[in-house]
């Protein structure tokens, strides 16, 4: 919810896949500023989404370690690897099967990496979004653990 809610106020509606699609209010309005557009501050969607899915996929399967480190690397790689087809566009978007155009959701991919932009900070944000998503998971198996042997 964080990472929707600061694309809702951090960048201009008409850029963002799922305002344009889904929100009636997807004008050229909103609360978009210069200061979101800091590398820092522009780069939390992604630690936001590696962190978000990495903790929603942990907690479809039984808790372990391995679990924790699975789901990281699984949403590490799956950003980074577009992050890094953002770089190379022509390569990303030949990729992509004409029949992902005729299907909502698949529709998005080619403009994704046609319009998106590369940025290393995304990279790094992406791997603290990891990090982190492994620490409270671990966190949380420590705390399970512990009311366990009570």
């Avoid at 942990?58 to 790689?77: D, I």
Wanted: aromatic fraction near 20%.
């Amino acid at each position: 919810m964080i990472g929707a809610g600061f694309y809702l106020l951090a960048r201009p509606p008409a850029s963002v896949y799922f305002i344009v699609q889904y929100l009636p209010f997807s004008g050229n309005g909103g609360a978009h500023s210069g200061v979101f557009e800091n590398p820092v501050f522009g780069s939390l969607p992604m630690f936001f989404h590696v962190c978000a899915f990495t903790l929603l996929t942990a907690g479809c399967f039984r808790p372990g370690k391995r679990v924790a480190a699975v789901s990281s690397l699984f949403w590490l790689l799956v950003n980074v690897v577009f992050e890094i087809l953002q770089k190379f566009d022509q390569v990303a978007t030949a990729l992509i099967p004409a029949w992902f155009d005729h299907y909502p959701w698949l529709e998005s991919f080619r403009p994704y990496f046609q319009y998106g932009t590369f940025d290393p900070f995304d990279l790094l944000f992406a791997l603290f979004g990891a990090g982190t998503a492994y620490w409270i998971l671990v966190r949380l198996m420590a705390g399970h653990n512990e009311e366990q042997a009570l």
